[in-house]
Protein backbone atom coordinates (compact mmCIF):
# COMPACT_ATOMS: atom_id res chain seq x y z
CA UNK A 1 0.00 0.00 0.00
CA UNK A 2 3.14 2.19 0.36
CA UNK A 3 5.71 2.39 -1.83
CA UNK A 4 9.08 4.44 -1.76
CA UNK A 5 11.45 5.49 -4.47
CA UNK A 6 14.65 7.83 -5.12
CA UNK A 7 17.14 5.74 -3.06
CA UNK A 8 20.48 5.71 -4.45
CA UNK A 9 24.08 6.02 -3.74
CA UNK A 10 25.87 9.99 -3.11
CA UNK A 11 28.42 11.81 -2.30
CA UNK A 12 28.86 13.64 1.40
CA UNK A 13 26.85 17.24 0.75
CA UNK A 14 24.78 16.16 -2.59
CA UNK A 15 20.92 15.51 -2.32
CA UNK A 16 18.58 12.66 -2.91
CA UNK A 17 14.83 12.85 -3.21
CA UNK A 18 12.69 10.41 -1.74
CA UNK A 19 8.97 9.66 -2.50
CA UNK A 20 6.08 7.60 -1.18
CA UNK A 21 3.22 7.06 -3.26
CA UNK A 22 0.27 5.29 -1.58
CA UNK A 23 -2.59 3.31 -3.19
CA UNK A 24 -4.77 3.46 -0.46
CA UNK A 25 -7.17 6.71 -0.95
CA UNK A 26 -8.00 6.65 2.66
CA UNK A 27 -3.88 7.37 3.26
CA UNK A 28 -4.71 10.73 1.66
CA UNK A 29 -6.10 11.69 5.53
CA UNK A 30 -3.28 9.71 7.14
CA UNK A 31 0.06 11.09 8.84
CA UNK A 32 2.60 9.99 6.56
CA UNK A 33 5.82 9.78 7.75
CA UNK A 34 9.89 8.45 7.20
CA UNK A 35 11.81 6.12 9.26
CA UNK A 36 15.34 4.78 8.49
CA UNK A 37 17.17 2.20 9.54
CA UNK A 38 20.93 1.89 9.81
CA UNK A 39 23.19 -1.59 9.84
CA UNK A 40 23.38 -2.91 13.39
CA UNK A 41 20.94 -0.43 14.48
CA UNK A 42 17.07 0.64 15.36
CA UNK A 43 14.65 2.23 13.19
CA UNK A 44 14.33 6.19 13.99
CA UNK A 45 12.42 8.25 13.00
CA UNK A 46 13.51 11.06 10.80
CA UNK A 47 10.24 13.34 9.62
CA UNK A 48 6.28 13.24 9.48
CA UNK A 49 3.54 15.86 8.09
CA UNK A 50 -0.28 16.09 8.97
CA UNK A 51 -2.55 15.42 6.65
CA UNK A 52 -3.33 18.80 6.43
CA UNK A 53 0.36 19.58 5.78
CA UNK A 54 0.04 22.35 8.19
CA UNK A 55 2.73 20.73 11.03
CA UNK A 56 5.67 19.19 9.91
CA UNK A 57 8.23 17.22 12.76
CA UNK A 58 11.72 16.46 12.35
CA UNK A 59 14.59 14.54 13.86
CA UNK A 60 17.03 16.66 15.49
CA UNK A 61 19.68 15.02 13.20
CA UNK A 62 18.01 16.21 9.78
CA UNK A 63 16.60 19.42 11.04
CA UNK A 64 17.76 22.38 9.00
CA UNK A 65 18.33 19.52 6.25
CA UNK A 66 15.34 17.54 4.93
CA UNK A 67 12.27 18.48 4.22
CA UNK A 68 9.38 16.86 3.93
CA UNK A 69 6.09 17.37 1.85
CA UNK A 70 3.16 15.75 0.48
CA UNK A 71 0.60 16.36 -1.94
CA UNK A 72 -2.94 15.08 -1.38
CA UNK A 73 -4.41 14.75 -4.42
CA UNK A 74 -1.49 12.35 -5.91
CA UNK A 75 -1.74 10.72 -2.22
CA UNK A 76 2.33 11.09 -1.81
CA UNK A 77 4.90 12.27 0.50
CA UNK A 78 8.26 13.51 -0.49
CA UNK A 79 11.71 13.68 1.77
CA UNK A 80 13.92 16.21 0.10
CA UNK A 81 17.04 15.49 1.80
CA UNK A 82 19.96 17.78 1.31
CA UNK A 83 23.44 18.12 2.46
CA UNK A 84 23.56 14.60 3.22
CA UNK A 85 26.25 12.96 5.39
CA UNK A 86 27.61 9.41 5.62
CA UNK A 87 25.73 9.19 8.76
CA UNK A 88 22.71 9.35 6.90
CA UNK A 89 23.34 5.98 5.39
CA UNK A 90 20.24 3.47 6.08
CA UNK A 91 17.36 1.96 4.68
CA UNK A 92 14.72 5.01 4.54
CA UNK A 93 10.78 3.90 5.25
CA UNK A 94 7.92 5.54 4.52
CA UNK A 95 4.77 5.26 6.89
CA UNK A 96 1.56 6.20 7.10
CA UNK A 97 -1.06 6.16 10.21
CA UNK A 98 -4.35 7.91 11.05
CA UNK A 99 -3.10 8.92 14.37
CA UNK A 100 -1.92 12.04 15.30
CA UNK A 101 0.33 10.48 18.06
CA UNK A 102 2.85 9.23 14.95
CA UNK A 103 3.83 13.14 14.69
CA UNK A 104 5.46 12.58 17.56
CA UNK A 105 7.77 9.88 15.81
CA UNK A 106 4.93 6.95 17.44
CA UNK A 107 5.24 4.08 15.32
CA UNK A 108 3.36 4.19 12.13
CA UNK A 109 0.66 1.53 11.39
CA UNK A 110 1.41 1.04 7.75
CA UNK A 111 4.92 1.07 6.05
CA UNK A 112 6.78 0.74 2.96
CA UNK A 113 9.16 -2.09 1.85
CA UNK A 114 12.17 0.45 1.89
CA UNK A 115 14.54 2.17 -0.35
CA UNK A 116 18.31 2.06 0.55
CA UNK A 117 20.44 5.34 0.93
CA UNK A 118 24.25 5.75 0.49
CA UNK A 119 26.32 8.21 1.48
CA UNK A 120 30.37 7.97 0.55
CA UNK A 121 32.97 10.21 2.30
Known amino acids: QLEESGGGSVHAGESLTLSCTASDRSFRHYVKGWFRQAPGKKREFVAA????????KYADSVKGRFTISRDNDKNTATLQMNNLKTEDTAVYYC????????????????WGQGTQVTVNG
Open 49 to 56: IHWTGDET
Open 95 to 110: GADAHDATMEGAWFGF
